[in-house]
């Protein structure tokens, strides 16, 4: 017979959703198979507590639960009470006939035998037609399900986020590993979906998927914001005043900067076209000027500044 769903998950007949999804969240944690690798035990107690979530969560499927449940087609129900006259008019007594087919007799129905007669109770008792989802002997769980998704993060460098990368995960003991496509532009963030590669589904289910969230590391010398790259350049403090010309780094090559005469700290110029390339949108680089103002000056050069403020 099978379980009774809310002792799987430890709550009572009359919670409320909102209780039973708090338990289900909790009891998820604990016996998740990424927390419990190996454990058969765990595994199998996880799958029962999904699939009494997977009925008890769904306001509809619930109520009909708790009608089969009223009559007895879960453990813990009525038939499990005593022999002889059940409730409802179910009468054990004449369970086993002797020619090997089960006989019991329902008050408005009369004696019936296998389980499809079983079947056409259930659905007058739910005032249904067509086959009940719950087919009586049997356990509700045996209804096609999706497997559970699994999820994983990969950390990449901000360079190999730009180009593109490959990588390989790992899915745990006795399980094979996966090469990862990274496309070229993923921001950190971003996920990838490997489809039909999470957790095997049951009775026939299409298996769950892996969801990967990619996690793009710092840089010493580029930021990024959508798909302008940001970066900075250091000039001296006679450099700032007459101008110059600095070599600096794009995300592909090399390229000379003119800083004018007289540029302040802080200023950002700009170096159309040296950003990112995504989806045929062209970014820009934003190169920060940054000012070196030296800490000691020697007396030639000190009298030199008071002279030019004079």
Known sequence: MAKDFYEVLGVNE???????????????????PDRNKGDKTAEAKFKEISEANETLSDPKKKAEYDQLRKYGAFAGGP?????????????????????????????????????EGWDD???????????????????????????????????????????????????????????????????????IRLAGQGEPGLYGGPNGDILITVRVMPDQQFTRKGNDIYSSVEISFVEAIKGCKKNVSTLTKTVALTIPPGTQPGTILRLKGQGLSV????????????????????????????????
């Open 14 to 32: 009359n919670a409320s959703q909102e209780e039973i999804k708090k338990q289900f969240r909790k009891l998820a944690k604990k016996y998740h």
């Open 79 to 115: 038939f499990q009470a005593q022999g002889g006259q059940g409730p409802s008019g179910f009468d054990f007594s004449n369970f086993g006939t002797g020619d090997g087919r089960t006989r019991v007799h329902v008050s408005g129905f009369g004696d019936v035998s296998d389980m």
């Open 121 to 191: 109770i259930l659905q007058s008792l739910l005032g249904r037609t067509g086959r009940s989802r719950f087919d009586f002997g049997r356990e509700s769980h045996e209804v096609p399900r999706r497997g559970n998704d699994l999820t994983s993060e990969l950390s990449i460098s901000f360079l190999e986020s730009i180009k593109g990368t490959t990588r390989m995960l790992s899915l745990g003991k006795g399980r094979s590993r996966l090469r990862v496509k990274i496309p070229s532009g993923i921001e950190d963030g971003g996920k």
């Open 279 to 310: 989806n045929g949108v062209q970014g820009d680089q934003y190169v920060e000027i940054k000012v070196s103002i030296p800490k000691d000056l020697t007396e030639k050069q000190r009298k030199l500044l008071e002279d030019w403020e004079r």
